[in-house]
């Protein structure tokens, strides 16, 4: 119990200084949103009346426990450029993001699991040779560049999907993650190689253990050795690793967004910014902060789960 408080602690404070910093780098970013709906074309005494009115000349600290205020309580502000609410504009598009995040996890472990432990059962044989050379190229291939050859061979060529043609969850759910499953894997295929190179790694170690010769001494055949053992306490270093990688997934979700024209929290991250809608860009970094802070304890939590001595 006093682990899993220390972690939701820790998740809080690194919440306040997550929204701190998003509230401050505006304040230090050139720009002022009042222009920016006025026009550059709108005299000062407009913009100063707008500035007023939308409370940008209220003190900083002011304006900061406001939003904060608000924000807990689930308001999370109007949009200055649609004059919107921020949690109607963003609230169907975090199931995107989100969906997409989850199976990009969930295609990482498919790939990188039974890959990892078939080089280890044939290690240095020509198998684990070639997903060696299959792995170093793949890492090296950023994902928005899979995503492009997956639109134009997949989508322009051999038409499995419509580039563009978003089908979203509310209409037809199973439509909304056939059209994900390209993005997903474009975002999960570079990570899956660097999950294999750890895995494998982690798992040859395990594998020249004391347990491990003891196993064989019992009569116990490669493969049962490998299954029941060895991947068990191998697999604890790739857990931590795909809890850290969270934030680099969510990164290229959002670039990903805009190769495949998928509504997601990422576009309009991206439109906000170039909006200088603040409150919109608040909400989003928050919320994005949230996910991964929240996977990351997850993952603390099940690497306590499967290893007692962290406890101690």
Known sequence: MKYIIKKVTGLIIALLIVSILAFLAFEI?????????????AT???????????????PLHERYGKWVRDFVTGDMGTSYY??????????????ITVAMTVLSFVLILLVSIPVSILCV?????????????????????PP???????TVV????????????????????????????????????????????????????EMRQDYVRTAYSRGNSPWRVLMKHAVRNGILPVITFLGMMAADIIANSIVIEQVFG???????????????????????????????????????????????????
Request: no cysteine.
């Open 29 to 41: 970013i050139p720009g002022d949103p009042a222009r920016t709906i006025l026009g550059t074309e």
């Open 44 to 58: 000062d005494a407009k913009v100063e009346v707008l500035r007023e009115e939308m409370g940008l000349n209220r």
């Open 82 to 95: 649609y004059q919107e609410p921020v949690k109607e504009m963003i609230g169907d598009k975090i199931p």
């Open 121 to 141: 059962r044939y290690e240095n044989r020509w198998i684990d040779r070639f997903f060696l050379i299959l792995n170093q190229v793949t890492m090296s291939i």
């Open 144 to 150: 928005f560049f899979i995503g492009i050859i997956f």
């Open 154 to 205: 997949f989508g322009l060529t051999f038409k499995w999907f419509t580039p563009g043609g978003y089908i979203s969850y509310k209409d037809d759910f199973g439509g909304f993650l056939g059209y994900l499953i390209l993005p997903s894997l474009a975002i999960a295929l570079p990570r899956a190689a660097m999950t294999v190179k750890m895995f494998r790694s982690s798992l040859i170690a």
């Open 262 to 312: 998928i509504p997601g929290i990422g576009r309009t991250l991206i439109s906000s910014i170039s909006k200088r809608d603040y409150p919109v860009v608040e909400a989003v970094i928050v919320l994005i902060a949230v996910v991964i802070l929240v996977l990351n304890m997850i993952v603390d939590l099940l690497y306590q789960k499967l290893d007692k001595r962290i406890e101690l």
